[in-house]
């Protein structure tokens, strides 16, 4: 392997790991300076948020429990004045990529620190990046005031997890470090990471499909989402995120399992380009696989996961909206964008074809 000359400014960072870190949850607000916390939550997630606004007590401000995929602009807007009517000056992320990408609407903002407590994998707490939605177009960008100054990676708040929404998150990781093997500013420390992450997630995956409570599985995929968004935090993003960024955006499909469906024919899209990274795509996956982009697939059939666009509510009608959509202001790849080959990967993808 040759190594190229290349740029690494690491991004300030503080993570608590393991069983029961839900407990230093205060100490760290202490940390901050912090006096009155905001719990972010989505519906669904409302008890978690209650059980965070009761271990604080009376330095819980309140709770916002209406956080959703791609950050509509309106919610980013309400949960801003809720923060700022209630005098919090922190708020806490309780959730997957929706409340804490909500966290970083706020903290875009008004500068409001973020601590962030993954239930999932998307691994959205490790990075700068935020996205917006706004009159069906979701916006993507990177600001250091949006990075969450904590990180509380607690296994067992992952525990019951529901085994179909843990692979899809767990891809949706996988997906992050991937494109971390290729990005136009990769070095070799991210790459190092990234192949760790892919391996420890693909494996942990597997152990929770067949025993969702097994709680040494949670960690190892805690573990590698914290590699994997670590990746996704200190390197740019390609087509692979740049097509799932539009699915979601302009046609509200579900973001993780759009990751799922996307990244097999993404990464097949871009192996002839980028050999290294392919290898290492099949060595972390077990090194016995045709291509990246067909390993990638196998796992996520192995594992129950959704194949099709189709499935997660796209129309085969929307397939030419789509490439005009993603090519109308694409990220970089290694790969030159070519609008034929866009159009038949989004095929294949809707089809649930293997990738050759």
């Given at each position: 392997?040759?190594?190229?000359?290349?740029?690494?400014?690491?991004?300030?960072?503080?993570?608590?790991?393991?069983?029961?870190?839900?407990?230093?949850?205060?100490?760290?607000?202490?940390?901050?300076?912090?006096?009155?916390?905001?719990?972010?939550?989505?519906?669904?997630?409302?008890?978690?948020?209650?059980?965070?606004?009761?271990?604080?007590?009376?330095?819980?401000?309140?709770?916002?429990?209406?956080?959703?995929?791609?950050?509509?602009?309106?919610?980013?807007?309400?949960?801003?004045?809720?923060?700022?009517?209630?005098?919090?000056?922190?708020?806490?992320?309780?959730?997957?990529?929706?409340?804490?990408?909500l966290g970083k609407a706020i903290a875009l903002d008004s500068g409001l620190p973020i601590l962030a407590i993954p239930?999932?994998?998307?691994g959205s707490e490790m990075t700068p990046v935020y996205g917006l939605t706004e009159n069906g177009i979701k916006k993507?960008?990177?600001?250091?005031?949006?990075?969450?100054?904590?990180?509380?990676?607690?296994?067992?708040?992952?525990?019951?997890?529901?085994?179909?929404?843990?692979?899809?998150?767990?891809?949706?990781?996988?997906?992050?470090?991937?494109?971390?093997?290729?990005?136009?500013?990769?070095?070799?420390?991210?790459?190092?990471?990234?192949?760790?992450?892919?391996?420890?997630?693909?494996?942990?995956?597997?152990?929770?499909?067949?025993?969702?409570?097994?709680?040494?599985a949670r960690s190892d995929c805690l573990y590698g989402a914290w590699l994997c968004s670590t990746v996704l935090g200190?390197?740019?993003?390609?087509?692979?995120?740049?097509?799932?960024?539009?699915?979601?955006?302009?046609?509200?499909?579900?973001?993780?399992?759009?990751?799922?469906?996307?990244?097999?024919?993404?990464?097949?899209?871009?192996?002839?380009?980028?050999?290294?990274?392919?290898?290492?795509?099949?060595?972390?996956?077990?090194?016995?696989?045709?291509?990246?982009?067909?390993?990638?697939?196998?796992?996520?059939?192995?594992?129950?996961?959704?194949?099709?666009?189709?499935?997660?509510?796209?129309?085969?009608?929307?397939?030419?909206?789509?490439?005009?959509?993603?090519?109308?202001?694409?990220?970089?790849?290694?790969?030159?964008?070519?609008?034929?080959?866009?159009?038949?990967?989004?095929?294949?993808?809707?089809?649930?074809?293997?990738?050759?």
């Amino acid at each position: 392997m040759t190594i190229s000359n290349f740029t690494y400014t690491g991004l300030p960072s503080r993570v608590i790991f393991g069983k029961g870190s839900l407990q230093q949850l205060e100490a760290e607000i202490d940390r901050l300076g912090s006096r009155r916390a905001l719990v972010l939550s989505t519906p669904e997630q409302r008890a978690q948020a209650e059980r965070i606004a009761a271990i604080l007590g009376e330095r819980a401000a309140g709770i916002f429990d209406k956080a959703v995929m791609h950050v509509p602009i309106e919610t980013a807007r309400e949960a801003r004045e809720v923060a700022n009517r209630l005098g919090a000056d922190c708020a806490i992320a309780i959730g997957g990529g929706s409340t804490t990408g909500l966290g970083k609407a706020i903290a875009l903002d008004s500068g409001l620190p973020i601590l962030a407590i993954p239930t999932t994998y998307a691994g959205s707490e490790m990075t700068p990046v935020y996205g917006l939605t706004e009159n069906g177009i979701k916006k993507t960008g990177k600001d250091p005031r949006v990075l969450p100054k904590t990180v509380i990676y607690d296994p067992e708040l992952s525990q019951t997890l529901p085994v179909g929404m843990s692979v899809t998150s767990g891809m949706n990781a996988i997906a992050h470090a991937a494109e971390g093997l290729y990005a136009q500013d990769g070095n070799p420390v991210m790459s190092l990471i990234a192949e760790e992450g892919i391996r420890a997630m693909a494996e942990g995956l597997g152990r929770v499909t067949e025993k969702p409570d097994d709680l040494d599985a949670r960690s190892d995929c805690l573990y590698g989402a914290w590699l994997c968004s670590t990746v996704l935090g200190n390197v740019g993003m390609a087509l692979h995120h740049k097509l799932c960024h539009t699915l979601g955006g302009s046609f509200n499909l579900p973001h993780a399992q759009t990751h799922t469906v996307v990244l097999p024919h993404a990464i097949a899209y871009n192996a002839a380009a980028v050999p290294e990274a392919a290898a290492r795509i099949i060595r972390a996956l077990g090194g016995e696989h045709d291509s990246a982009g067909g390993a990638l697939y196998d796992l996520a059939k192995s594992l129950g996961a959704p194949l099709t666009l189709r499935e997660l509510g796209l129309s085969e009608a929307d397939l030419d909206r789509a490439t005009d959509i993603a090519l109308s202001n694409p990220y970089w790849n290694p790969r030159p964008i070519e609008q034929k080959a866009i159009r038949e990967l989004l095929q294949n993808a809707y089809e649930g074809n293997r990738p050759a």
